[in-house]
């Protein structure tokens, strides 16, 4: 069984400062990992993915996360945060087919 | 479709009665999920349908929860005797076998 861990449930930072979203997984088989961010009463809008290939991965507006396998980890990180990054993030995996979801990180950014 | 579609947007039923939600996903994708998101809470797997494989229906939280995929494309999501504990964004989404899903904006459901 696989299964999502973000341990923040809020992270309230300063514009303009660095932050790193947190996510752990665990799963018996290889995983495919993804970012998630659903801005105010909007669906889910995919920010990142891990399929292969390079364990960094980056977004057009500014988003990393890295896959490291050893750690079961893929934490989401932005050097510099804008009041438009106020959303909220969620972790996913998949396995053989399902996406298991963590419960999601409420990202403020404050001015 | 351009992406994929539900609806309707917003639902409010009575308490016991039946709903009818849909989904209307990429075309093309062969993967079609649901979810359901209640408030301040992850996202909640309930069905998923691969193709004209037998659907896996391990999240259904009762049997009053059933859904339907015809031809391959729509699919419809039926709550029967709905409870206030039902009330909550269910999300369709579709993909291909190896990527991303893609989500529609959700059915908000609630329940008076």
């Known amino acids: 069984a696989q299964s999502v861990t973000q341990l923040d449930s809020q992270v309230p930072v300063f514009e303009e400062a660095p932050v790193e979203l947190r996510c752990n997984y665990s799963s018996s088989v290889s995983v495919y990992l993804f970012w998630y961010v659903q801005y105010p009463n909007q669906g889910l809008q995919l920010l990142l993915k891990y399929l292969s290939g390079s364990t960094l991965v980056k977004s057009i507006n500014g988003f990393e996360a890295e896959f490291n396998k050893s750690q079961t980890s893929f934490h989401l990180r932005k050097p510099s945060v804008h009041i438009s990054d106020t959303a909220e993030y969620f972790c996913?995996?998949?396995?053989?087919?399902?996406?298991?979801f963590g419960t999601g990180t409420r990202l403020k950014v404050l001015a | 479709g351009a992406g994929v579609s539900q609806s309707p947007s917003n639902k409010v039923t009575e308490k016991g009665k039946d709903v009818e939600l849909r989904c209307d996903p990429i075309?093309?994708?062969?993967?079609l999920y649901w979810y359901r998101q209640s408030l301040g809470q992850g996202l909640e797997f309930l069905i998923y349908?691969?193709?004209?494989?037998?659907?896996?229906k391990s999240g259904l939280p009762s049997d009053r929860f059933s859904a339907e995929r015809t031809g391959g494309s729509v699919s419809t999501l039926t709550i029967q005797r709905t409870q206030q504990e039902d009330s909550a964004v269910y999300l369709c989404?579709?993909?291909?076998?190896?990527?991303?899903?893609?989500f529609g904006q959700g059915t908000r459901l609630t329940v008076v």
């Open positions: 989404a579709s993909s291909l076998v190896a990527s991303e899903a893609f």
């Open positions: 349908f691969q193709g004209n494989s037998a659907p896996d």
């Open positions: 075309s093309g994708h062969t993967a």
């Open positions: 996913a995996v998949k396995g053989t087919y399902k996406y298991i």
